[in-house]
């Protein structure tokens, strides 16, 4: 405590930032700065004397006099009314906003104290503003000190938790969390008010709250560091997260049962088209040993009934076969290695080299890229492309380009031909198993290869269809991711 003539003190006033009154233990003011003649509108010769109460508006001053008197009673220095909004009264009756501190004052003619009191109008708009910034936000807004104490909720926050506003203001943030984890959360909060940044709060942790009621429900918090006049404080916003973990859960499960039943499918038309090959072989043997054993007894109508018999095996180990690849597609995790598509195209050329010199094929193509998959599934892809492509332009020379486009994250490829082309009824289901549109007579083939193509690019993140008209050939298209 200071020692201070009061009289020397005027002019110490004068020189401070503020406006200053200084009152005796009785609560009547002895002096006042320039400062508050100016904030209060009194001439200092309308104060001097008075009780300190004439610039505290009506409602408040019998508080004032109880609080005045304990401050005597345990003189320091201090703020005035922590946490709560004070206010002036001028001469004029207007109220304004005021932030106030006490500084006790030891004298020879006895205890005094100074009042330091500053119009508070600007920061209070500024926090107004800011408040009313807060009720806008979408989610549950929490401000928090640096002691985990709740400065500011907004409207969402007392809905989301089912407190009132000032049931939380002033308590810790603890009361928000489940108690079960309140000792791990304060530890964390701490930690956070060391190194402050914008974050998620706990990545990777199933975060809770807890209502008012006691009960919990899962949240996702993100956290900003707010630096105020009365240091640094955070900003939670809190997401109640209860019906996107529910369809997340749905959606899993609905995965996991489309997985297994998936899985499930697989597995039965490998096993069955591979349980159908045993009795298919006996058939073709025993009827070539027919042909072989009994053929010169056999009259032409009876051979002839035999071929079909060897005809029919044979088309039926064909569909077993492509039905065996077309479910082997996709078992086990798809090795993901580069593919060159260029190397690819030369590979499929090669192996079609019978079929290009035979019919006169004639291959042009954009230079093709590299990018990211399973190498035998997306030869297998093109290959079925191009086969079809040839088998449907059964004139001379047919003609096949490979086109690619860059189109955002995606490589968009094109298989274009000059053939029969494919009726718009007809273009979606083409990619189904076993949908053909002609008969083996016309055009062989078991109706698997685009189905394994849709497979394959759907496997692959992409989309396949085909653009076309009858007559006037066909363009497909798939798409690949690029990265
Ligand atoms: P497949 O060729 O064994 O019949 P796909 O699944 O490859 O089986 O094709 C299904 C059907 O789609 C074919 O039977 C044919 O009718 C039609 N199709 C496929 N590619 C072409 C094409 N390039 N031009 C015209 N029609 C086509």
Same mark, same amino acid.
């Given at each position: 405590m200071t020692e201070v003539d009061p009289r020397w003190y005027q002019d110490l006033v004068e020189l401070a930032p503020d406006a200053a009154v200084l009152i005796d233990s009785e609560g009547r003011i002895v002096l006042v700065n320039q400062q508050t003649e100016r904030l209060f509108g009194y001439p200092r010769q309308e104060l001097i004397g008075q009780r300190v109460e004439v610039l505290v508006p009506e409602r408040f001053r019998r508080r004032h006099t109880v609080h005045r008197d304990g401050y005597f009673g345990e003189p320091k220095m201090r703020g005035m009314g922590t946490g709560v909004e004070l206010s002036g009264l001028r001469k004029d009756g207007t109220e304004f906003p005021v932030e106030i501190s006490l500084s006790?004052? +030891? /004298?020879?003619?006895?205890?005094?104290?100074? @009042?330091?009191?500053?119009? @508070?109008?600007?920061?209070?708009?500024?926090?107004q503003k800011?408040?009313?910034?807060?009720? /806008?936000?979408?989610?549950?807004?929490?401000?928090?000190?640096?002691?985990?104490?709740?400065r500011l909720v907004n409207a969402q926050?007392?809905?989301?938790?089912?407190?009132?506003? =000032?049931?939380?203001?002033?308590?810790?943030?603890?009361?928000?969390?489940?108690?079960?984890?309140?000792?791990?959360?304060? *530890?964390?909060?701490?930690?956070?008010?060391?190194?402050?940044?914008?974050?998620?709060?706990?990545?990777?942790?199933?975060?809770?709250?807890?209502?008012?009621?006691?009960?919990?429900?899962? %949240?996702?918090?993100?956290?900003?560091?707010? #630096?105020t006049e009365d240091g640094l404080w955070a900003t939670a916003a809190v997401r109640d997260i209860t019906e996107r973990k529910a369809v997340e859960h749905k959606l899993a499960r609905y995965t996991e049962d489309l997985e297994r039943s998936n899985h499930d499918l697989g597995q039965f038309a490998y096993v069955a088209s591979h349980d159908l090959r045993a009795p298919l072989r006996s058939l073709m043997s025993f009827s070539q040993l027919?042909?072989?054993?009994?053929? @010169?007894?056999l009259d032409s109508g009876a051979l002839e009934y035999l071929g079909f018999i060897e005809e029919s095996a044979q088309s039926m180990q064909q569909l077993i076969d492509d039905l065996l690849a077309f479910s082997r597609?996709?078992?086990?995790?798809?090795?993901?290695? =580069?593919?060159?598509?260029?190397?690819?195209?030369? &590979?499929?050329?090669?192996?079609?080299?019978?079929?290009?010199?035979?019919?006169?094929?004639?291959? /042009? #193509?954009d230079p093709l890229p590299c990018?990211?998959?399973?190498?035998? &599934?997306?030869?297998?892809?093109?290959?079925?492309?191009? *086969?079809?492509?040839?088998?449907?332009?059964? *004139?001379?020379?047919?003609?096949? !380009?490979?086109?690619?486009?860059?189109?955002?994250?995606? $490589?968009?490829?094109?298989? +274009?031909?000059?053939? %029969?082309?494919?009726?718009?009824? !007809?273009?979606?289901?083409?990619?189904?198993?076993?949908?053909?549109? !002609?008969?083996?007579?016309?055009?062989? *083939?078991?109706?698997?290869?685009?189905?394994?193509?849709?497979?394959?690019?759907?496997?692959?993140?992409? +989309?396949? $269809?085909?653009?076309?008209?009858?007559?006037?050939?066909?363009?497909?298209?798939?798409?690949?991711?690029?990265?």
């Open positions: 006790p004052l +030891r /004298t020879a003619q006895g205890l005094f104290a100074t @009042a330091s009191i500053r119009d @508070a109008s600007e920061r209070r708009r500024a926090q800011f408040k009313d910034l807060l009720e /806008t936000a979408p989610d549950a807004m929490i401000i928090l000190d640096a002691g985990g104490v709740i926050a007392e809905r989301l938790f089912g407190y009132q506003r =000032e049931s939380l203001t002033g308590k810790p943030v603890e009361i928000l969390v489940p108690e079960r984890l309140r000792d791990r959360h304060a *530890g964390h909060r701490a930690n956070y008010f060391h190194s402050p940044k914008v974050r998620g709060m706990g990545a990777g942790l199933e975060l809770a709250g807890r209502r008012k009621d006691g009960s919990e429900f899962p %949240i996702e918090i993100s956290l900003s560091p707010l #630096q027919l042909r072989r054993r009994y053929g @010169a007894q597609i996709g078992q086990g995790e798809p090795e993901q290695a =580069e593919v060159d598509f260029e190397s690819l195209l030369a &590979e499929i050329k090669h192996r079609l080299a019978g079929l290009i010199a035979e019919r006169g094929v004639v291959i /042009t #193509q990018l990211r998959g399973t190498r035998h &599934e997306l030869g297998q892809l093109l290959q079925n492309l191009i *086969g079809n492509a040839i088998k449907f332009q059964p *004139g001379a020379d047919p003609k096949v !380009h490979i086109g690619v486009r860059r189109e955002g994250d995606f $490589w968009s490829f094109s298989v +274009r031909d000059q053939g %029969i082309g494919i009726a718009p009824e !007809h273009q979606e289901r083409i990619f189904k198993i076993f949908q053909r549109l !002609h008969t083996s007579d016309q055009y062989e *083939g078991s109706g698997v290869g685009l189905a394994v193509c849709e497979k394959i690019v759907r496997r692959h993140g992409g +989309r396949i $269809w085909v653009e076309s008209a009858a007559g006037e050939g066909s363009t497909f298209h798939f798409t690949l991711p690029a990265a």
